[in-house]
């Protein structure tokens, strides 16, 4: 079979998506993956020589004039570069992920009479999700479906998860310390800002860059794209050495969620499914701008089933307080429980997208 995947724009739309193709490979099965033209999808897919990429034109939707005659004009040069790549490929189905390269890549299955799978990772549907929902197949939803009960009695929608990367394997602590050259002792901070909304976490950590060392904690930062790379060495009250680190881009964050002891993260679904594989302790601060609100109510969901702390960006103020109320070993290992129980739900999300599709396939 060959299912044509369309994701990209953000790293939380393309990482589920080579981890389906990574799964159909491993099958005999063939994964051609559209992404945008966007950087961020060009620097984690060049991780992948194994895998077939095609960047297509798109952009955001707007409407503000200018933005919305790009989005129109670069989704009719998507649309078209889409309709030939089916052909090219000999594609049997596309399976989307949300964004705006999904959108024109469905429009082109459609008119081609292909049949359609999406995936939404957040627990409210995306745009492009929600467009072509009525002319798919099959929706995966996160879990728990429960968090989708309008869905409930339809055959379509079923509850899958978010599928994370063949590389995506937490280690031991000490280990994943000595991969990144981080001393054993002392506390390691986290701060995840994806690549949207990374700028606010920065300038936390740079301000409280000597309040965190009192506290015994190293920090390493995301920065996101365009971000610059620095690292900082300062001594807590008994003289130990503690490292303040910060990095643009990161191709490997199982060693970095093994490393950490906490981490402060947005709420995007790619993020809260690495945060739940590797069961660490954490704090959300939701992205205020995410379309529809989507990773408040991500976050939500997750501080309900006590796997996360929710903290609105406005009220930052709080945040060290919070970090330092997981670094007890209690609330902690409450914490790593709930998202312990959360992981025993998911299951293996991308065998579960795979197997439904394929046996719709066999049937049609």
Request: charged share 20%.
């Amino acid at each position: 079979m060959r299912i044509l995947i369309a994701c990209g724009g953000t790293g939380g739309h393309l990482s589920p998506g080579i981890a389906i193709a990574q799964r159909l490979s491993e099958l005999g099965h063939s994964g051609p993956i559209a992404i945008s033209e966007k950087g961020v999808d060009g620097r984690l897919a060049a991780d992948y020589g194994n895998l077939k990429f095609y960047p297509l034109p798109g952009s955001g939707f707007s409407l503000r004039p200018v933005p919305l005659m790009s989005f129109f004009w670069n989704g009719l040069r998507g649309f078209l570069r889409a309709w030939k790549l089916l052909n090219r490929e000999k594609v049997d189905a596309v399976l989307a992920f949300g964004g705006f390269t999904s959108l024109w890549v469905g429009l082109a299955a459609l008119l081609r009479r292909k049949p359609i799978y999406l995936h939404e990772s957040n627990l409210r549907l995306g745009k492009a999700v929600r467009l072509l929902s009525p002319f798919a197949r099959r929706v995966f939803l996160p879990l728990p479906l429960k968090a989708r009960k309008r869905y409930g009695r339809s055959e379509k929608f079923l509850a899958a998860g978010c599928p994370l990367r063949r590389d995506f394997v937490p280690i031991e602590r000490a280990e994943a310390r000595r991969a990144l050259n981080l001393p054993e002792s002392g506390r390691l901070l986290l701060l995840v800002g994806g690549s949207q909304g990374a700028r606010v976490l920065v300038h936390w950590m740079v301000e409280r860059e000597r309040e965190l060392a009192a506290h015994g904690f190293h920090g390493i930062c995301l920065t996101g794209p365009g971000g610059g790379e620095l690292e900082r060495s300062l001594r807590d009250k008994n003289g130990n050495r503690l490292i303040m680190r910060y990095l643009p881009f990161s191709g490997t964050m199982a060693l970095l969620y093994s490393a950490a002891d906490v981490a402060v993260c947005r709420a995007g679904a790619g993020t809260l499914a690495e945060l739940v594989a590797v069961g660490l302790p954490n704090v959300l601060v939701p992205y205020p701008s995410s379309s529809g609100d989507h990773q408040l109510a991500n976050g939500r969901a997750m501080e309900a089933a006590g796997a996360s702390i929710l903290l609105p960006q406005d009220r930052m103020g709080y945040l060290l307080a919070n970090v330092l109320r997981l670094a007890e070993p209690e609330r902690a290992k409450e914490m790593a429980c709930a998202l312990g129980r959360l992981r025993a739900e998911t299951g293996n999300a991308a065998q579960l997208i795979i197997d439904t599709i394929l046996e719709d396939l066999r049937h049609r």
